[in-house]
């Protein structure tokens, strides 16, 4: 690939793209490897209890099975890692779908009829697996994700709501989310001469390095993790999930590489999802909708085994602006498995409830929506008084009204009608925290004069690679063919993990400052060509990071959603979503469209369509294949448009914000809005079905 300098911001198509769609690109269990063996998981089939029994011996009669893997013949592991990762070890049975045995076989073929043959037998005990507002065990942890407090409270909310011209008083629920990304967790392990070698599905191999080596008390240079292509993660591959190490243990018990992908009915529980939450939202305001008093409860689940918080209620903290506010989170633990991170963890399902709240609140006192918004705008986090480091909410709220043609909405809903179809628009605003991580980045100059840069980056499919190639070669100001960029291996400089949308602005900024360190030093020591033995530059920018402004920095952005329902069938159609998003400096358009749609589309799927359908009968997700857990396909999005206003931003750098999330945020809501615009009834459980609008529609 060539390019001119000065290539940031410019189209460019992924560097990678002709390997994977010629196949050439190897995900974690294609890579050959002589004598590998493959791995077939056994899953607890009770909600919670302990084992009392384990038969093996016609799973290991099976022909070409190596190994069976149970706590009472798997290695030891370090018992002070995660009870998460500490993987066969006790005969405890914490949630229905655990993973209990591990069958190790010549084929995999020979693994799957090796775990079907295994018999356990179960000392059962009563469950607990569905979350309420008023469950006994709902607590306050001292945290939720990754590190914000769990209450905040400014002004005096309660006074401040009572004495509010306008009250409203909602609660919204949504379901647990699977993130079921395009690959599953998979990994293939190989121990030889003392060292771990392991190809992961991840999103972050550094840390999975670590938490390798303390399990099996190794030395970091015992261990090296790669991944080179990964098949999406939305956040789910975002920690060490339990395919590395049992691949691990089980290569090291036969003395073979091996191989272990779950397969897609096994990736509902082990490996995180988004909690059910149940939000509870007080808005009080005067009657020209200007908030006087806001409050956002947020309940959500946990597991028995370690905790996660879901930080539901935190963007409520800094979208509008209200003197009296508080915002609060408990937890139930519950016998289920732990939830971990889907893409934008609590603003996601948090933006839900707060938009259509401050929909359902315009039109209690007669204003726009978009008006309604632009008037409890801020320059100022409401909370810590503090003026952000850029704020375009305003900006998008207009652009993407007028692009949607917003002016010609009638307000009145339920009155749009073509033919069959009740037709209704709807909106909502995102915002998400733009961060910007330290890591390590290594410029390379070779004698033939080609450029290698080296950083343990991830991408996920998000095009990071590319965006990566094109600071480099701005920064290099040399030909793009010259420059090549290496990623995803554990030996390579450390870096973050992919997620939390701040990949492109830590990861850039560590190789923006390792490129322009070489080229300096080529420049004034060199004369502009490398020594004999190449040159090399190895920059750590965590001093830089700590160091810049720590005023309030976001991504904001604004949906707009029209809606038609068929009045005979309740059937719900999205025939346009327009997203209009202040994102910071976009490195790469072509990718970037990318990911606000990809998002875009996700909340389009959260608001009709996905739902873990709990049988607390056995504590089981019952809808777990693609088959019965429903996700949008193309025939459910027809128009969708992404867009980006000028965003200078003075808190990184580069200017760089991150746009892997912001999409997803405030989508579900602009739909659930543009549902009730269309017909009139207003629903606040997802997802929004036609059984739970047929009913209610008019006739004919």
Known sequence: MSAPAGVIGRPQPRVEGRDKVTGAARYAVEHPADGTAYGWAVQATVAKG???????????????????????TAPRLNPTGSPELLLLQQPRVRYRGEIVALVVAESLEAAREGARLVRIDYDTEPHSSVLTERHPSLYTPERVNPAYPTDTSVGDFDSGYQA?????????????????????????????DGRLLVRDSSQGTTDVRGDLGSLFELPTGAVRVTAEHVGGGFGSKGTTRCTPVLAAMAARQVG??????????????????????????????????????????????????????????????????????????????????????????????????????????AVACGVDPVELRLRNDTDV??????????????????????????????????????????????????????????????????????????????????????????????????????????????DLPPAYVAGGSMGTAGWGLAVHRACEGLRRQLDGEYAGSAPPDGLAVRVDTMEETTALPTAPRYSFGAHFVEARVDVDSGEIRVPRMLGVFAVGRVVNPTTARSQLIGGMTMGLSMALHEEGVLDQRFGDWVNRDLA????????????????????????????????????????????????????????RTLPIQLDELVDRLPTG
Request: proline share 6%; charged share 25%.
């Open 50 to 72: 302990r084992i009392v029994r384990i038969d093996a011996t016609e799973a290991e009669r099976e022909s070409g099975v190596l190994a069976v893997l149970t706590f009472e």
């Open 164 to 192: 509010a011209e306008v009250r409203l008083d909602q609660t919204y629920r949504t379901p647990a989310y699977h993130n079921n990304p395009m690959e599953p967790h998979a990994a293939t392990a190989h121990w030889a």
């Open 628 to 683: 019965g857990y429903h996700v949008s396909v193309c025939a459910d999005v027809e128009t969708m448009e992404a867009y980006w206003v000028p965003d200078e931003d003075r808190g990184n750098p580069l200017g760089i914000k991150g746009m892997g999330e912001i999409g997803i945020v405030g989508s579900a809501a602009a739909v659930a809005n543009a549902v009730h615009h269309a017909t009139g009834l207003r629903l």
């Open 256 to 361: 073979r590489p091996v191989r272990l992908a779950l397969t897609r009915q096994q990736l509902f529980g082990p490996i995180g999802y988004r909690t059910p939450i149940i939000q509870r939202v007080r808005l009080g305001a005067d009657a020209d909708g200007r908030l006087a008093a806001i409050c956002h409860d947020a309940i959500s689940q946990t597991s028995t085994s370690i905790e996660f918080a879901e930080q539901t209620a935190v963007l409520t903290r800094a979208l509008y602006a209200a003197p009296h506010r508080r915002t609060t989170h408990r937890l139930a633990r519950l016998d289920v498995p732990t939830p971990s991170w889907m893409r934008a963890p609590g603003e996601c399902p948090g933006s839900f409830a707060l938009e259509c709240a401050m929909d359902e609140l």
């Open 381 to 490: 986090d409401p909370e810590e008084g503090v003026p952000f480091t850029s704020r375009n909410l305003a900006a998008c709220l207009r652009e993407g009204a007028e692009r949607f043609g917003w002016a010609r909405r009638d307000p009145a809903p339920g009155v749009r009608r073509d033919g069959r179809w009740l037709v209704g628009t709807g909106m909502a605003s995102a915002i998400y925290p733009a961060r910007t991580p330290g890591a390590t980045a290594e410029a390379v100059a070779e004698p033939d004069g080609t450029y290698r840069v080296r950083i343990n980056a991830t991408d996920i499919g998000t095009g990071a690679r590319t965006a990566l190639w094109q600071v480099a070669v701005d920064a290099l100001g040399v030909p793009g063919d010259r420059v090549a960029v290496s990623i995803g291996d554990s």
